[in-house]
């Protein structure tokens, strides 16, 4: 209210001084007989005044909105996997698996959203298998999950060839489970559905204010078929109209699509014709991010360009994030690291920062003793030299193993530029 008085008072006092200039046209200026000896008439000339202009107060420009994305390979729970953490086991427990994972528990939780690719099912009526006796048939306990959330992972993909290992009613038992951990610690979980319906539904999870969108496809289910009466469904490779729907859509309700491929030849690092012409068609319908798995061997990455400039970026096969394999090449694994950015100005996507952190998996003499998963920065020459995979049984056909064989496999696999050895 003062602030409005002062403003009244103003305006009357300007327009009274308006009134008394505007009332002559002339004004005599100086005394009589100075200079000419004569009062002199001048006309009183007003000074032109410039329009005043308010410039409007600059918007600042937005912030960019930037979520920190960390990836990891196939959690291949062996039956030696298993028994390291039986043996791990305190008081009361049956395994615990988390000193497995420790030493990369930094990079996971330093995260903003971390992706697994869960290998295996877990099905709680059928026994725990990994592998053992020859038969490559897995299904892990319970505590794998208590292991792996707990290790920070935000995001669960499950379409992978071993989903019907165990049969229809174990997969529908496996998604149920981890259904009511997602419901339990605010998780995301998809690849495998318990109907058509479920896999229409495109798992959105919101990061830093960013909308991720996230698909995952199969490339076969190692022989087996879903029942004709059962509705579980998986949707695989082949159905690249499927795809494409999906992936369109999740485009259209999301600003980032990340899309799980399981996919490959397994022991080789080859990437197919095949897998690079879908993995174009993945990124040009909208796929951000593809991340590849299946192979157990660490594969190359590249850039893919759209029509329109923009980019995608595929990363063909991660390998593995936990086994206990026997040939050197499945005991290197990528985790991919990079940002997912959403421009302040103009809204638009773009990844940065994009690259990869090795791990390596590393067990010593004696029945696979001190499984442990390592990020390369904490690996070092004297524990490759002690790795126990020329000791392990079954053998190998490449059990031979040092710190060069590792940098060499890092080499061969990821691109110098996408290398993160430092983390």
Known sequence: MIKGKKITACMTALAALFLSCTACSTRTVGKAGEGTGEGVAIQATEAPTEPVTTEPPTEPVPEDKRVHVIAAGDNLIHYSVYKNAERLAGPGERY???PLYENVKYLIEGADLAILNQETIISQSNEVRGA?????LFNSPPEVADAVIDLGFDVFTMANNHLLDFGASATIESINFWNDKAAA????????????EDSNNIRIREVNGVKIAFLAYA?????????YDSPLRVVMNHETDVIERQIKEANEIADAVIVAAHW?????????EDRIALANQMVNWGADVILGAHTHTAETMEWIEREDGTKG?????????????TDNFNLVGEMPDFDIVVDGATGEVR??????IPNIIHYEVGDYANLSVYPYSMYTPEMAAAHG??????????NYFSYDILNEIIDNAIPKEFQKLDK
């Open 96 to 98: 615990n698996f988390k």
């Open 132 to 136: 053992n006796g020859g038969a490559l």
């Open 185 to 196: 610690h605010d998780l995301t979980v998809l690849g495998a559905y318990l109907n058509e």
């Open 219 to 227: 490339e076969h289910l190692n022989g087996f078929q879903i029942p």
């Open 264 to 272: 490959g030849v397994e022991d080789t690092t080859l990437v197919s």
């Open 313 to 325: 970026f595929v990363f063909y096969s991660m390998g593995n994030f936990i086994c206990c394999q």
């Open 351 to 356: 990844l940065e920062d994009v690259g990869v």
């Open 389 to 398: 995979i020329p000791y392990a049984v079954p053998v190998g056909t490449y």
